[in-house]
Each structure stands twice: as C-alpha cells, then as structure tokens.
C-alpha cells in the first residue's frame, strides 16, 4: 500500500500562484510515476501533470506554460507549480502513485479555488 497527504491548496485570485505537495509513504520502492489529477463539479477527473521516476514529465493542455511538476526523489514528494491561475483551474487536486505493477493510488483531494 502507498499512503498519500497532500498539501497547499486554497483560495486566490486570478493572476496568483500555488504550490502543491503530495508526500508518499508506505511501499513506494517500486515509483513509475507520480502526478495530478483534477476535477471540478459536473466534469470529468483530467490530468493536469505527472512525472516518471526518469524524470519525463506531462501537462494538460490547458495548463502548458503556467504549472510546472518537480520530484523530490529523496523525500518521495512531488510539487505542482501553479502559476497565472485561472477561474476555471478551480477544481480538486488529486495526487496520483501509479507503480511498476500497474497499480494507482489516490490522494484525499485538495481544493484549488480561483476567484475572478
């Protein structure tokens, strides 16, 4: 099992910034990646970045050039950067541990709300 604590999201303004953290724990020697998730009412759960443990990354295409993933590899975190953040970035934040056998895990969510 992968435990999950998530941490840093909130309200802000349009234009603001944000930094998420999601701190795994338990059986996490066999990472193939780690990532974000997000979700807002009525709508389905979108990737908004992930990392592999080789360092490749992915984006949304709604959030290319404004979030920014990184890993800590020594402390088994991973941060989301999010920067000139809009209204509708307003959703939960998921952080998701997908492992070497194919099994995924799932953060309790965090809320990220953009006011216009």
């Known amino acids: 099992q992968v435990q999950l604590v998530e941490s840093g999201g909130g309200l802000v303004q349009a234009g603001g910034s944000l930094r998420l953290s999601c701190a795994a724990s338990g059986s996490i020697f066999s990472r193939n990646r780690m990532g974000w998730y997000r979700q807002a009412p009525g709508k389905m759960r979108e990737l908004v970045a992930s990392i592999t443990s080789g360092g490749s990354t992915n984006y949304g295409d709604s959030v290319k050039g404004r979030f920014s993933i990184s890993m800590d590899n020594a402390k088994s975190t991973v941060l989301l950067q999010m920067n000139n953040l809009k209204p509708e970035d307003t959703a939960v934040y998921y952080c998701?541990?997908?492992?070497?056998?194919?099994?995924?895990?799932w953060g309790q969510g965090t809320q990220v709300t953009v006011s216009s």
């Open positions: 998701n541990y997908l492992n070497s056998y194919g099994l995924n895990f």
